[in-house]
Structures are given as structure tokens and as C-alpha cells.
């Protein structure tokens, strides 16, 4: 007699059917969080590990650990499970030996102020050259009664200017075009003779310096003075202090008009000063010795810079119109290459 197998066949959907529930089950569970995927944490000590160390130099609390990385986890069956290994940011090498960029000096500048008159103006100074040896050109001591130096102290800039190589690479030339700009503004003449105190600026420096002097063979065509002190006007003080403490000058022209010659500094004269008014004599057609009318000169520029160890002159253009610009040319060479 054949047996039947329907019982086992119904035994067998069944447990096709409960295996099935049991899957879906799973899937849906996971979907709902019942079964997390797991996620790599940070490690939480062990109460039977090590205390927890220091944390690292470079972990700033609150921020994400930027100092350590995360190390593989550790066999299956360790006591310690995943842990992480600090890692040191190594501290930044020295810096190299600092590198200094040498800017050279630029050949002129200008205009440079270096005071004020009693006016407000600028006194204004123009440099050319580097060199070790400083020379100066000082024009317009009288303004604009002498207005002839100041227009040659400004030919002389514009030629060196365009001609630079005329400055020796020894030599540093300073030309300052006016002193007494002042008077320069008030008057071509002589009511432009003198700065807004009233005073003679060349017969205000600390050398040889007078309250008054015998008027009747010098200058006296409108009043004038020597200043309360020797020294008081700034215009003198900006030029002094330039000369000694800024730029220690060894050679100076003064330019003056007109006519009389070039006076050395020095009373008596300043043996260095008399050399460079024979040196410049030689090029040109100014005399030396200078024309003697008897006047008795106080507190002049180049006494004062001669007792300061400078070579100094007066150098008086022939009139009060002209600049003689190309005597001047050969007079400016012999300045530049003159040596004690």
C-alpha cells in the first residue's frame, strides 16, 4: 500500500512560510533602528585600564581632535578593544637667518626742508652724490636784494640734474637756493635785504658777532640789524644745525653779489678757507684778494663756519643781474675736486 506525503509537504510550507516572517522581521527592525549599524567612537577608559593621560599639546577642548589619528582596532578578544595612539605636530623648524635687502641711496633729493623762516617759509636743500666727502653752495643770505644767487643756485641744480656725472663718486654736494626765502617774496631789491625781523643774516652767526657795527662804509641803504643774540634768527639756527649735525660739511661756498671778490673765512683768515679762495680765483675771474672798501664784516656765514674747522668763502658774483652761470660751471668743478 503506497503511503501518502502530504503531510510532509504541508509540514515543509509551513516552515518555508514562518522562515519567511522571520526575515521580514529582521529587515524591518533594522529600518527602524531596532539593530544599529555600528559606528567608530571615541574610546571610553576601561575602569580596570590606565588613568587617562593629558591630553595632547595641540587638542584645543570643543574642537575635533585634530592631534591624534584613529589606529585599527585591535584583535578580536582583546581586553582593551579599539583605543588611539596620540600623534605630536613636531614643532616648526628655526626660521632661516634673516635676509637684509640692501637699498641703495638714491643719487639727489630734493627739495629737502630743513627749517623755516620767520615767515613760515621753507628753507629747502637739494643733495646730489654718496660720497663720504660733503660740500655746500649757500645762496640768497640777502633774499631779494641779492635774487641773482638764488636764480644761480637753481641753474646749478638743473644742470647737475641733467648731468650728474659732474659729482664725483667721492662727493656728496648739498645746494640750498635760498636762506632767506622772506625776503626773497618781499622785494627784488633792497627793502628784500633783510628777514622779517629786520636783521642782516649774515652778520648773525655766533663768530665774531657784533650788536652794531661802523655803518659808514658798509652796507646802509635801509635799516638793518644784527639780531637780539648771536645766532637768533632761525634761519641761521636750521642752517647751522644742518651743517654740524646732519651733514659735518668740509667745504662751503656762500654766494653774495656783487663785485668785491671772494672772501676766505677766518679773522685772521682760516688757512684751508684761504687755499679754496685761491683754488676757485684760479678758474675765474673773480678776485682774490678781494676788493678791501674798509668795511668791518661781523658774524658773517663763512667766520663761523670757519671756526667749525670748514673751508669757507664769500664768493661775490660780478653784478646783481647776473648769474654768470658758465663761470660758475667751472667754479662748481674746482669746488667738487678740491682737496685740503
Given at each position: 500500500?503506497?503511503?501518502?506525503?502530504?503531510?510532509?509537504?504541508?509540514?515543509?510550507?509551513?516552515?518555508?512560510?514562518?522562515?519567511?516572517?522571520?526575515?521580514?522581521?529582521?529587515?524591518?527592525?533594522?529600518?527602524?533602528?531596532?539593530?544599529?549599524?555600528?559606528?567608530?567612537?571615541?574610546?571610553?577608559?576601561?575602569?580596570?585600564?590606565?588613568?587617562?593621560?593629558?591630553?595632547?599639546?595641540?587638542?584645543?577642548?570643543?574642537?575635533?581632535?585634530?592631534?591624534?589619528?584613529?589606529?585599527?582596532?585591535?584583535?578580536?578578544?582583546?581586553?582593551?578593544?579599539?583605543?588611539?595612539?596620540?600623534?605630536?605636530?613636531?614643532?616648526?623648524?628655526?626660521?632661516?637667518?634673516p635676509t637684509f635687502i640692501f637699498t641703495p641711496v638714491p643719487f639727489s633729493d630734493g627739495p629737502i626742508v630743513i627749517g623755516?623762516?620767520?615767515?613760515?617759509?621753507?628753507?629747502?636743500?637739494?643733495?646730489?652724490?654718496?660720497?663720504?666727502?660733503?660740500?655746500?653752495?649757500?645762496?640768497?643770505?640777502?633774499?631779494?636784494?641779492?635774487?641773482?644767487?638764488?636764480?644761480?643756485?637753481?641753474?646749478?641744480?638743473?644742470?647737475?640734474?641733467?648731468?650728474?656725472?659732474?659729482?664725483?663718486?667721492?662727493?656728496?654736494?648739498?645746494?640750498?637756493?635760498?636762506?632767506?626765502?622772506?625776503?626773497?617774496?618781499?622785494?627784488?631789491?633792497?627793502a628784500g635785504r633783510v628777514n622779517n625781523h629786520g636783521v642782516d643774516l649774515n652778520r648773525n652767526f655766533p663768530v665774531n658777532?657784533?650788536?652794531?657795527?661802523?655803518?659808514?662804509?658798509?652796507?646802509?641803504?635801509?635799516?638793518?640789524?644784527?639780531?637780539?643774540?648771536?645766532?637768533?634768527?632761525?634761519?641761521?639756527?636750521?642752517?647751522?644745525?644742518?651743517?654740524?649735525?646732519?651733514?659735518?660739511?668740509?667745504?662751503?661756498?656762500?654766494?653774495?653779489?656783487?663785485?668785491?671778490?671772494?672772501?676766505?673765512?677766518?679773522?685772521?683768515?682760516?688757512?684751508?678757507?684761504?687755499?679754496?679762495?685761491?683754488?676757485?680765483?684760479?678758474?675765474?675771474?673773480?678776485?682774490?684778494?678781494?676788493?678791501?672798501?674798509?668795511?668791518?664784516?661781523?658774524?658773517?656765514?663763512?667766520?663761523?663756519?670757519?671756526?667749525?674747522?670748514?673751508?669757507?668763502?664769500?664768493?661775490?658774483?660780478?653784478?646783481?643781474?647776473?648769474?654768470?652761470?658758465?663761470?660758475?660751471?667751472?667754479?662748481?668743478?674746482?669746488?667738487?675736486?678740491?682737496?685740503?
Amino acid at each position: 500500500m503506497r503511503r501518502s506525503h502530504r503531510p510532509l509537504l504541508g509540514i515543509l510550507i509551513f516552515v518555508w512560510f514562518l522562515a519567511l516572517l522571520l526575515a521580514g522581521g529582521l529587515i524591518g527592525a533594522s529600518s527602524l533602528g531596532v539593530f544599529a549599524v555600528p559606528t567608530l567612537a571615541l574610546p571610553t577608559p576601561h575602569a580596570t585600564g590606565p588613568a587617562p593621560g593629558p591630553l595632547p599639546p595641540t587638542w584645543t577642548p570643543g574642537a575635533p581632535p585634530e592631534a591624534i589619528d584613529e589606529a585599527p582596532p585591535t584583535p578580536a578578544g582583546s581586553a582593551s578593544g579599539p583605543h588611539f595612539e596620540p600623534t605630536f605636530t613636531p614643532a616648526e623648524p628655526f626660521p632661516p637667518n634673516p635676509t637684509f635687502i640692501f637699498t641703495p641711496v638714491p643719487f639727489s633729493d630734493g627739495p629737502i626742508v630743513i627749517g623755516t623762516s620767520v615767515g613760515g617759509r621753507p628753507i629747502e636743500v637739494y643733495r646730489f652724490g654718496t660720497g663720504p666727502v660733503h660740500r655746500m653752495i649757500v645762496a640768497g643770505i640777502h633774499g631779494g636784494y641779492e635774487w641773482n644767487t638764488t636764480a644761480l643756485a637753481d641753474e646749478l641744480i638743473t644742470h647737475i640734474q641733467a648731468n650728474p656725472d659732474i659729482i664725483p663718486h667721492t662727493v656728496t654736494l648739498y645746494i640750498l637756493r635760498t636762506l632767506n626765502p622772506d625776503g626773497l617774496v618781499r622785494a627784488l631789491g633792497v627793502a628784500g635785504r633783510v628777514n622779517n625781523h629786520g636783521v642782516d643774516l649774515n652778520r648773525n652767526f655766533p663768530v665774531n658777532w657784533a650788536d652794531d657795527w661802523n655803518r659808514t662804509l658798509c652796507w646802509n641803504y635801509t635799516p638793518t640789524s644784527s639780531g637780539t643774540g648771536p645766532g637768533s634768527e632761525p634761519e641761521t639756527q636750521a642752517l647751522i644745525d644742518f651743517v654740524t649735525t646732519q651733514t659735518r660739511v668740509t667745504a662751503l661756498i656762500s654766494y653774495h653779489s656783487a663785485a668785491l671778490g671772494i672772501f676766505p673765512g677766518g679773522d685772521p683768515p682760516h688757512e684751508p678757507s684761504v687755499k679754496l679762495a685761491e683754488a676757485l680765483a684760479a678758474v675765474s675771474t673773480y678776485p682774490y684778494p678781494p676788493l678791501d672798501i674798509g668795511c668791518v664784516y661781523t658774524g658773517t656765514l663763512p667766520d663761523w663756519a670757519a671756526a667749525e674747522g670748514i673751508a669757507s668763502v664769500d664768493l661775490e658774483l660780478h653784478t646783481h643781474v647776473f648769474t654768470d652761470f658758465e663761470e660758475n660751471l667751472e667754479i662748481l668743478e674746482a669746488f667738487l675736486e678740491w682737496r685740503r
